[in-house]
């Protein structure tokens, strides 16, 4: 296939699945996947095709003339250790890629996108995690999945106890939603709830609430080592 058809489909989600590649773009992040040893398919460059043309393939609006196809490495099994954010109905790519960049910062080996979510693979995505999309196991499942697992699940929830109240299990699987609908009632019945007190707002975005949770685990467990 022509690689700048191949780079307009992989755009859209159903030709990431079907050809289990995603788009890369910008000079840090290409770097990011130099270096995390990512199967890259092709690069193209502006210097190659020209500027006119590169912008024709960008998805941002000041393209760093740097764009590769990545190769999307299967994903490794489910480990039931650590903190494990599932994200559960969250659509916003920005948010979605928010979140898998503080996991990689805190140092989470991997991270569950229900398949109520947003594709973690999304270009938009992708840029917003700023290369921790490389770092983080990303394990695709079903709500009916992830209740199968027994893993111990929390879900952030404004009923939850406080965050500064709540102890976290060594191993915790917090489940974030989406901020118009929240977490899945399901998933509420199953999980501890744990909440993020607010004097003159209703709620954070999505993105902030799970920094704040997932910092607080690791502070909880730092203390206990």
Same mark, same amino acid.
């Given at each position: 296939?022509?690689?700048?058809?191949? *780079?307009?489909?992989?755009?859209?989600?159903?030709?990431?699945?079907?050809?289990?590649?995603?788009?890369?773009?910008?000079?840090?992040?290409?770097?990011?996947?130099?270096?995390?040893?990512?199967? *890259?398919?092709?690069?193209?460059?502006?210097?190659?095709?020209?500027?006119?043309?590169?912008?024709?393939?960008?998805?941002?609006?000041?393209?760093?003339?740097?764009?590769?196809?990545?190769?999307? $490495?299967?994903?490794?099994?489910?480990?039931?250790?650590?903190?494990?954010?599932?994200?559960?109905?969250?659509?916003?790519?920005?948010?979605?890629?928010?979140?898998?960049?503080?996991?990689?910062? !805190?140092?989470?080996?991997?991270?569950?996108?229900?398949?109520?979510?947003?594709?973690?693979?999304?270009?938009? @995505?992708?840029?917003?995690?700023? %290369?921790? *999309?490389?770092?983080?196991?990303? !394990?695709?499942? $079903?709500?009916?999945?992830?209740? $199968?697992?027994?893993?111990?699940?929390?879900?952030?929830?404004?009923? %939850?106890?406080?965050?500064?109240?709540?102890?976290?299990?060594?191993?915790?699987?917090?489940?974030?939603? @989406?901020?118009a609908r929240g977490v899945d009632?399901?998933?509420?019945?199953? =999980?501890?709830?744990?909440?993020?007190?607010? @004097?003159?707002?209703?709620?954070?975005?999505?993105?902030?609430? =799970? %920094?704040?949770?997932?910092?607080?685990?690791?502070?909880?467990? @730092?203390?206990?080592?």
């Amino acid at each position: 296939m022509n690689k700048f058809k191949l *780079i307009n489909k992989l755009k859209l989600k159903k030709y990431r699945e079907e050809f289990g590649m995603f788009l890369v773009e910008g000079r840090r992040l290409c770097e990011e996947a130099r270096q995390s040893g990512a199967e *890259i398919v092709f690069e193209v460059t502006a210097d190659e095709i020209g500027e006119r043309e590169f912008k024709k393939l960008s998805e941002v609006e000041t393209p760093q003339g740097v764009l590769m196809v990545v190769k999307r $490495s299967e994903p490794k099994p489910l480990r039931a250790e650590g903190l494990i954010p599932v994200l559960d109905g969250i659509q916003e790519p920005g948010n979605v890629g928010g979140i898998i960049r503080t996991a990689a910062a !805190i140092g989470c080996r991997q991270l569950i996108a229900l398949d109520s979510t947003g594709d973690p693979f999304n270009p938009k @995505s992708v840029r917003a995690s700023m %290369g921790g *999309i490389f770092k983080v196991n990303v !394990i695709s499942m $079903s709500r009916a999945e992830l209740l $199968s697992n027994e893993l111990p699940l929390t879900a952030a929830a404004l009923e %939850g106890s406080p965050y500064d109240q709540f102890q976290f299990d060594k191993t915790s699987a917090i489940v974030f939603g @989406s901020e118009a609908r929240g977490v899945d009632q399901q998933i509420l019945r199953a =999980a501890r709830k744990v909440s993020i007190p607010m @004097s003159a707002m209703e709620s954070l975005n999505v993105n902030v609430a =799970a %920094g704040i949770l997932m910092y607080e685990w690791r502070r909880q467990m @730092s203390a206990v080592d």
